[in-house]
């Protein structure tokens, strides 16, 4: 009987022995999953933007007037809707998704920033407060390259109870959890304001804001950490930043090309291509078609350039005689920016041709106007490239082969209206990618900057993880080589 017993027992303790070690299996091949699974790679890339979908809500670009700062609510009722059948809803802020970029801002003086738009500090803020009155931009050309201010409004957004964004990006106010440090001076408007020196000054105020954001920002313990490679900066005018720049070029520049940078301060592995804020209308309720625009090839413009924009001159001389042809001078003068609307929203192709640097605003024109582009630079850089087939919606021609004879106008009057159709559909849906609006929206431009940004994030990371291998074995001599501009191959 007791061998009985013991024998029995002995079968229930081995039965239980294997239960308890099925479980512990079954729980130890879950956790590798949950952990392997939380160690993925980043998904800073939203595919489905790039899918088939209709352009969303924009703001009216057309008008250059000056006009009073306007109230939250004002400037959410002052966005034209284009009713599409395949419109989407907005997508409402959700903090806490995969990907959002996590951004450190400054908190940089309002000098630098929204006193450059006659904003005044209440009670010592340094921001104003969006909810009751966000500040006007200046009308114009001004208005190009503002992207410092479409970001900037952003962040703050992000910070709203209620943000009326779409939050690709947040602001953060602890920098260790901060995937990129954002330093918000208006660098654009700054040289647009204040590039010319007047008698009484012993030194142009654009200088001396830029002397005094260099003095900030490298003096931050966040500067010191990552050497500047963290930082993000906006200089989107070619012009904006020109002594800064050679001091922080360590830094992430957000650009509208790399003209006039030499390589080792602004590249395509480190750097940002923003889009320009486009002057000309958008297109909406957009019904023309290939017969119903009778202008085939159009350019409104600066004809005379230096640099690589000597080529408009000898495209002008090749083209004036084409009947259906535009091509003349303009600029934003005397109505400038409504007669460019009219004859881009009339054409079938729209010339974008170098000037004094290898972008202009004339490409976003383009798109906004459903015209398709016909590129002819041969150094530019464009916006989101890496994520974005612009072969599907734009020409492109060299410029040895554009200022062949009759090259350009057989290669336009070649494409027949199914291609020309094809590419026009293409632009429709890609023309909110190049769309700046407050309060931002999925898939507009300043969203697809935020992407673009954070794609540049695990490779800056790489870069500051390598910079410190041999930090414990830094010799004093060494200390102070660090405090060096390296040359072109740092990267």
């Known amino acids: 009987m007791g061998e009985r017993n013991a024998s029995s027992f002995g079968f229930i303790s081995r039965n239980f022995l294997f239960f308890l070690l099925a479980i512990t299996s079954i729980l130890f091949s879950l956790s590798w999953f949950f952990v392997l699974r939380s160690t993925g790679s980043p998904h800073f890339v939203d595919h489905s933007l790039l899918s088939n979908s209709a352009p969303p809500s924009v703001i009216d670009n057309g008008s250059s007037k000056e006009s009073k700062p306007k109230s939250l609510d004002h400037v959410k009722n002052s966005v034209q809707e284009e009713e599409l059948p395949q419109k989407k809803k907005d ?10 970029l996590k951004v450190y801002m400054y908190d940089l003086p309002p000098q630098f920033h929204f006193e450059l ?39 703050l957004a ?22 990129i440090i954002f330093v918000p001076f208006f660098s654009s408007l700054s040289y647009n304001k204040y590039s010319k020196k007047s008698p009484q000054q012993n030194k142009i105020n654009n200088k001396l804001l830029q002397e005094k954001v260099v003095r900030f920002v490298t003096s931050q313990e966040e500067w010191k950490r990552s050497g500047g490679r963290d930082h993000l900066i906006v200089a989107h005018h070619p012009n ?52 119903s625009r009778p202008i085939l090839l159009y350019f409104q413009g600066a004809i005379y350039r230096k640099d690589g924009g000597s080529v408009r001159q000898e495209l002008f001389y090749l083209l004036k005689d ?12 005397k109505n400038g920016i409504h007669q460019a609307s009219q004859g881009m929203h009339s054409s079938k192709f729209c010339l974008n041709i170098a000037g004094d640097t290898p972008s ?34 734009c020409i492109f021609v060299r410029t040895s082969d554009a200022v062949k004879g009759n090259f350009l106008i057989n290669l336009v009057r070649n494409i027949k209206k199914d291609e020309w159709t094809h590419m026009r559909d293409r632009l429709k849906e890609v023309q909110r990618f190049f769309e700046f609006q407050f309060p931002s ?10 992407q673009a940004v954070a794609r540049k994030v695990p490779a800056m990371r790489r870069n500051i993880h390598k910079s410190r291998r041999f930090s414990r074995t830094v010799t004093g001599k060494e200390e102070g080589l660090k405090l060096i501009p390296s040359q072109p191959n740092f990267w």
């Open 91 to 100: 997508i409402k802020c959700n903090k806490n998704k995969k990907g959002v």
């Open 117 to 155: 738009l006659d904003w005044k500090s209440q009670g010592g803020s340094v921001w104003p407060d969006i909810r009751t009155r966000i500040p006007h931009y200046p009308g114009g050309l001004n208005l190009q390259h503002s992207i410092e201010y479409w970001l900037t409004l952003d962040l």
């Open 158 to 179: 992000s910070e709203l109870p209620d943000n009326p964004s779409a939050c690709g990006a947040i602001r953060v106010h602890n920098s260790s959890g901060a995937d």
């Open 240 to 291: 904006s930043m020109l002594d800064a720049r050679t001091k922080l070029w360590p830094a992430m520049f957000i650009l509208a090309d790399f003209g006039r940078y030499p390589p080792h301060i602004a590249n395509i592995d480190k750097d940002v291509i923003a889009p320009y804020k486009h002057m000309v209308k958008s297109y909406v309720n957009d019904t023309s078609e290939f017969d």
């Open 322 to 333: 084409e009947k259906d042809v535009h091509f003349s001078f303009g600029s934003v003068q």
């Open 360 to 393: 202009s605003n004339r490409l976003f024109d383009a798109i906004a106007s459903h015209c398709v582009p016909v590129i002819i630079s041969d150094e530019i850089e464009l916006p989101y490239e890496d994520i974005l087939d612009y072969s599907e919606f």
């Open 441 to 450: 929206k999925e898939g507009d431009a300043v969203q697809m900057i935020w």
